[in-house]
């Protein structure tokens, strides 16, 4: 049994799924494929977001979503999170326990594409002493980002994890730096980052099956285990 703990199901919310239908297939989908526990993580950038109006309205969405599941009889676990993008302050962000998954100490955390800084890493840094598990969210496409090189500390010394996505390892320019990852020891999770059944859709399952040919089932196991263990623990947040 999977879990996903970074994908955009949420109906009409960000550039995920676009209404009620489409969360319904993305979500049978990944369950046909052996996901049955997600994190809904719909993007959060400061820049243009209000951080109330954007909580209030995935909480309703997740309401939605999770009546539905159950007319629908699928058997499946979701909970809130978000998918945030890096911002200036966000260290001294009071309010950044909303965006949290499930309230706990637990935040996915998208860097952009500018170059990586020291004040960027100084606010990582920061966040870990506040006791925050930072997940940097598909840590392979910061790789050509102009100073990828000063993450990479804070990766070896566990300052923030890693997702990888599930289909950087499927197909795409990102294949042997995922794979390369993973056998460093630098890839925590993986998951789908799912968006659209037709586009962008879980490839969690393929990229496990992988994993288990390429680099051997215990690794994959490993891997599978983490996503589980981390939705069992946010879950005794709240
Ligand atoms: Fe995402």
């Not at 995935?58 to 979701?78: D, F, N, S, T, W």
Request: charge should be positive.
């Amino acid at each position: 049994m999977y879990t996903d703990i970074h994908s955009h199901i949420l109906p009409g919310v960000d550039d995920g799924a676009q209404n009620l239908e489409e969360a319904l297939s993305l979500i049978s989908s990944a369950y046909k494929h052996g996901t049955q526990q997600f994190v809904a993580t719909p993007h959060f950038y400061a820049s243009y977001h209000s951080l109330g109006e954007q909580l209030s309205l995935a909480k309703e969405r997740l309401g939605l979503l999770c009546q539905e599941i159950i007319k629908k009889q699928i058997p499946v676990k979701i909970i809130l999170g978000f998918e945030v993008r890096f911002f200036h302050g966000i260290s001294s962000c009071e309010e950044l326990n909303h965006l949290t998954i499930n309230g706990s100490k637990t935040l996915l955390l998208e860097l952009g594409p500018q170059p990586i800084t020291d004040s960027i890493i100084e606010e990582l840094v920061e966040l870990y002493y506040q006791g925050y598990d930072v997940i940097l969210a598909h840590i392979e496409r910061y790789s050509k980002i102009s100073g990828f090189s000063k993450l990479k500390p804070l990766i070896k010394n566990r300052v923030v994890k890693c997702q990888v996505n599930a289909a950087s390892f499927v197909e795409g320019p990102f294949v042997k730096l995922s794979y390369k990852l993973v056998k460093k020891g630098w890839c925590d999770y993986i998951a789908g980052d799912m968006h659209s059944v037709l586009h962008r859709p879980s490839k969690l399952k393929a990229a496990m099956l992988l994993i288990e040919e390429k680099i051997g089932k215990a690794t994959a196991n490993k891997l599978i285990k983490n996503s589980n263990k981390l939705f069992e623990s946010v879950l005794k947040t709240t």
